[in-house]
Every structure is written in structure tokens, then in C-alpha cells.
């Protein structure tokens, strides 16, 4: 059975730094490209990051600079560092993991609320 378990989430100030984190079990984690998306209220799910198997990294236009994409092999987990985060930053944040060579491999998590807010 295969699970993600993001955690993390939370209510932040206006530039106050927060980590989320993503656990991953039942698959053979270095085998898939991993993912953040975010759904706020009212809106699409959008892509934050992604990062492939191989450590490359790709960012949503709106955070790049402020947020980093990174991922542990030996511990199954991929991390969203969230710097700088503004209020438009407020969203369920999704974990994803895409087999690298099987199209059909596409698993999410259940989501973390992150709040933006003073």
C-alpha cells in the first residue's frame, strides 16, 4: 500500500520560515520524481516544485527564489523549505510521486494547511 504523509504545515507569520516534509512508503522512492503542489481556496491545484530522480529541480514561477525542493533517498522523504513566505503562499500543500518510467505510477498525499498570516 502505498502512502505519503506530508507534515509540517501550519499558521506562519509574513517571512517566517517553515519546512514541510513528505514520507513516503510502499514504493521504491529513488524510482520516482517527486512533488510539491498547492491548492488555495477558490483555485486550481498548481505545481510548486518538482525535483527528479537524479536531484534536478524545476520551480513554479511564483516561488522561485524563496522556496527549495529537496529529497533524502534514505529516508524516503522529499522537503519543501519555505522562505520568505507571503500571504498569497497560504494553500493546502500536496505531496506527489510520479514513477520516473511508468506513466501510470501517480500517487498524492492528503495534504498540509499552510496559513500565511500576521
Known amino acids: 500500500q502505498v502512502q505519503l504523509v506530508e507534515s509540517g504545515g501550519g499558521l506562519v507569520q509574513p517571512g517566517e520560515s517553515l519546512r514541510l516534509s513528505c514520507i513516503a512508503s510502499?514504493?521504491?522512492?529513488?524510482?520516482?520524481?517527486m512533488a510539491w503542489y498547492r491548492q488555495a481556496p477558490g483555485k486550481e491545484r498548481e505545481l510548486v516544485a518538482h525535483i527528479t530522480t537524479g536531484g534536478s529541480t524545476n520551480y513554479g514561477d511564483s516561488v522561485k527564489g524563496r522556496f527549495t525542493i529537496s529529497r533524502d533517498n534514505a529516508k524516503n522523504t522529499v522537503y519543501l523549505q519555505m522562505n520568505s513566505p507571503k500571504p498569497e503562499d497560504t494553500a493546502v500543500y500536496y505531496c506527489?510521486?510520479?514513477?520516473?518510467?511508468?506513466?501510470?505510477?501517480?500517487?498524492w498525499g492528503k495534504g498540509t494547511l499552510v496559513t500565511v498570516s500576521s
Open positions: 510502499g514504493i521504491t522512492f529513488s524510482m520516482y520524481v
Open positions: 506527489n510521486a510520479a514513477h520516473s518510467r511508468t506513466a501510470s505510477r501517480v500517487y
